[in-house]
């Protein structure tokens, strides 16, 4: 079973191992490979299979007006790295100590504080330390001072491009989930609490649940997708909308979904969405008796593809 082991100043090492080092933000196909080929070449050599990743993207901390939109939360980002098989997690809280490391300071005072590394596996264009300045380069001489091989790992490539988070967020930020779906392995997921909206759904006869979303969560282009909710454990096929309702000009609510054959008080509870396909654009229909049907229609062609 993998251990999640949050770095602390003063630890005891973990011992030997060989280490994938990366911010990890999607758990990507690319990731994934990654972790894969840490883990076998741990196994070769008897060492440990270690992780090493952050609680955060650094980019939340060194320009947080900047930051790209966040794929994974890192509960998720830990579940999907544990199922990669390493033996232990290291997360790393990035903060502004953290930031501000030189990048031959942050691999004395974290990397080698934390483990005795016989290899370290990262991303062939990994940067880091303070202001990215630490290179493949720069980790490979220190590797050789300090006793340890550096293994830069290719991209994995699909549809003859290499699979990196900023083209994810973009197949997102375009609604394209099936593009997603193909670059991270798995349906792009969005948690979100639901709080009070309008009541508009119970009165139509079909329950909407409007999600508070973490900021910054990557959320879909605006529009109707069909996908799954889960709930407590039990996952239930859902219609998706995400952005303003045209229909509601005045309404404050971004994400809602409607869980079909859901029955039950949701309000403060925790929605874990996952995004299969985009069924079609938002658009206004003041007619109520439309907008009904528009919506039951949405909810018949739930079913017809996810059952």
């Given at each position: 079973?993998?251990?999640?082991?949050?770095?602390?100043?003063?630890?005891?090492?973990?011992?030997?191992?060989?280490?994938?080092?990366?911010?990890?933000?999607?758990?990507?196909?690319?990731?994934?490979?990654?972790i894969?080929?840490?883990?076998?070449?741990?196994?070769?050599?008897?060492?440990?299979?270690?992780?090493?990743?952050?609680?955060?993207?650094?980019?939340?901390?060194?320009?947080?007006?900047?930051?790209?939109?966040q794929?994974?939360?890192?509960?998720?980002?830990?579940?999907?790295?544990?199922?990669c098989?390493?033996?232990v997690?290291?997360?790393?809280?990035?903060?502004a100590?953290?930031?501000?490391l030189?990048?031959?300071?942050?691999?004395?005072?974290?990397?080698?504080?934390?483990?005795?590394?016989?290899?370290?596996?990262?991303?062939?264009?990994?940067?880091?330390?303070?202001?990215?300045?630490?290179?493949?380069?720069?980790?490979?001489r220190?590797?050789?001072?300090?006793?340890?091989?550096?293994?830069?790992?290719?991209?994995v490539?699909?549809?003859?491009?290499?699979?990196?988070?900023?083209?994810?967020?973009?197949?997102?930020?375009?609604?394209?989930?099936d593009?997603?779906?193909?670059?991270?392995?798995?349906?792009?997921?969005?948690?979100?609490?639901?709080?009070?909206?309008?009541?508009?759904g119970?009165?139509?006869?079909?329950?909407?649940?409007?999600?508070?979303?973490?900021?910054?969560?990557?959320?879909?282009?605006?529009?109707?997708y069909?996908?799954?909710?889960?709930?407590d454990?039990?996952?239930?096929?859902?219609?998706?909308?995400?952005?303003?309702?045209?229909?509601?000009?005045?309404?404050?609510?971004?994400?809602?979904?409607?869980?079909?054959d859901?029955?039950?008080?949701?309000?403060?509870?925790?929605?874990?969405?996952?995004?299969?396909?985009?069924?079609?654009?938002?658009?206004?229909?003041?007619?109520?008796?439309e907008?009904?049907?528009?919506?039951?229609?949405?909810?018949?062609?739930?079913?017809?593809?996810?059952?």
């Amino acid at each position: 079973m993998t251990r999640v082991v949050t770095f602390e100043p003063g630890m005891p090492p973990l011992g030997a191992a060989v280490c994938a080092i990366g911010v990890f933000d999607g758990v990507h196909l690319g990731h994934q490979a990654l972790i894969a080929d840490t883990v076998a070449r741990a196994r070769d050599t008897g060492a440990t299979a270690a992780v090493v990743t952050f609680d955060r993207d650094p980019e939340l901390v060194v320009s947080p007006d900047g930051a790209p939109p966040q794929l994974l939360v890192l509960a998720d980002k830990l579940r999907y790295i544990r199922e990669c098989g390493p033996d232990v997690v290291l997360v790393v809280p990035f903060d502004a100590h953290v930031a501000a490391l030189a990048p031959e300071r942050f691999l004395s005072e974290v990397l080698l504080a934390a483990l005795v590394p016989i290899a370290a596996v990262v991303g062939h264009d990994f940067r880091f330390g303070r202001f990215a300045s630490g290179t493949v380069e720069t980790l490979d001489r220190y590797g050789t001072d300090h006793g340890f091989a550096v293994v830069p790992h290719e991209l994995v490539e699909v549809d003859g491009e290499p699979v990196t988070s900023t083209r994810i967020r973009a197949a997102v930020a375009a609604g394209d989930m099936d593009l997603a779906t193909r670059l991270l392995g798995r349906e792009h997921i969005v948690h979100g609490r639901v709080v009070r909206g309008r009541g508009i759904g119970h009165e139509l006869g079909v329950p909407t649940a409007n999600l508070s979303a973490p900021p910054a969560t990557a959320l879909p282009a605006s529009g109707v997708y069909a996908g799954y909710a889960e709930v407590d454990g039990v996952t239930y096929p859902a219609a998706i909308s995400v952005g303003h309702p045209p229909s509601f000009p005045d309404a404050n609510d971004e994400l809602e979904t409607h869980l079909v054959d859901f029955e039950g008080d949701l309000y403060g509870r925790e929605v874990v969405v996952r995004f299969v396909t985009r069924l079609r654009d938002l658009r206004r229909i003041d007619d109520t008796a439309e907008l009904a049907r528009a919506i039951a229609a949405d909810v018949a062609e739930v079913r017809d593809l996810l059952g």
